[in-house]
């Protein structure tokens, strides 16, 4: 039990799954899991342990944004024993190639800063997908025949951005799409010697300004939880 999590420590199993919205991850439990218990409701965070194929899975939500990932990640990892965490989530797309409901595999996470960057002082320290998941992740979405992105990506600090030159700069530099948390989860995962990847799907579009109905959420989201639990089990 911690200051956010009100689970007793072997109800938490190794492998985390972790998509922002609680809502989400009940749903995710609920629908690929065995025999799914919630074992966290404080603040409304809802995670759940069940078994996939065998093997124990806890899919506990994130929140928004880097600072409140931080905060359910290091819990995990230093009081739970979390050592596989995977990001499942949505994403902007920020290149003209990448379309709608395209899979994006994070093999980096640029930031301007995260809760980490202040113990890294002086260093810009380049945040990293595990490369056996960021591998595995990937033959399991070529298999489910998704269009698959492979590259690097931006956790922002703000949702409504007022600085369109920093988008532009990233697009420029081949960033393939923007969201709110990886960095921070890669961070968190190098220090404790964790295994971490995001696997995103493309639910806007920065270039074209489209934006997925929310009906086609759910079933990208469905592909996403069965690409990561792929990849963690491989
Ligand atoms: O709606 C915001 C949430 O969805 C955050 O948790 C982000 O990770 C993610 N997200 C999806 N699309 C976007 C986007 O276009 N910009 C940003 N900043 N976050 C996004």
Redesign the pocket.
């Known amino acids: 039990m911690t200051a956010h999590i009100r689970a007793k420590k072997d109800q938490i199993a190794e492998t985390v799954l972790m998509p922002?919205d609680p809502l989400r991850a009940k749903w995710a439990a609920e629908t690929f899991l065995e025999d799914p218990k919630l074992v966290n409701d404080v603040r409304g965070m809802l995670g759940f342990t069940g078994t996939w194929r065998g093997n124990r899975v806890t899919i506990h939500g994130s929140g928004?944004?880097m600072p409140s990932l931080s905060i359910y990640a290091h819990e995990l990892i230093t009081q739970f024993g979390a050592k596989t965490l995977i990001r499942i989530?949505?994403?902007?797309a920020m290149q003209a190639h990448v379309k709608m409901r395209d899979v994006i595999l994070a093999q980096t996470a640029s930031s301007i800063s995260t809760p980490s960057a202040g113990i890294f002082r002086e260093v810009n320290f380049a945040p990293c997908a595990d490369f056996g998941l960021l591998r595995t992740a990937y033959d399991a979405a070529q298999s489910k025949g998704s269009d698959v992105h492979v590259g690097g990506i931006y956790s922002?600090d703000?949702?409504y951005?007022e600085r369109p030159d920093l988008t532009e700069m990233m697009t420029r530099h081949g960033i393939l799409a923007?969201?709110?948390?990886a960095a921070e989860l890669y961070n968190l995962a190098a220090r404790h010697g964790c295994r971490a990847l995001a696997v995103l799907t493309v639910?806007?579009h920065?270039v074209t300004g489209e934006q997925l109905p929310s009906a086609d959420r759910q079933s990208s989201f469905g592909d996403m939880v069965e690409i990561a639990l792929e990849a963690a089990f491989a």
Do not use: H
Request: net charge negative; hydrophobic share 35%; charged share 20%.
């Open positions: 922002g928004m944004g989530g949505s994403t902007g922002s703000v949702f951005d923007v969201e709110m948390e639910s806007d920065l």
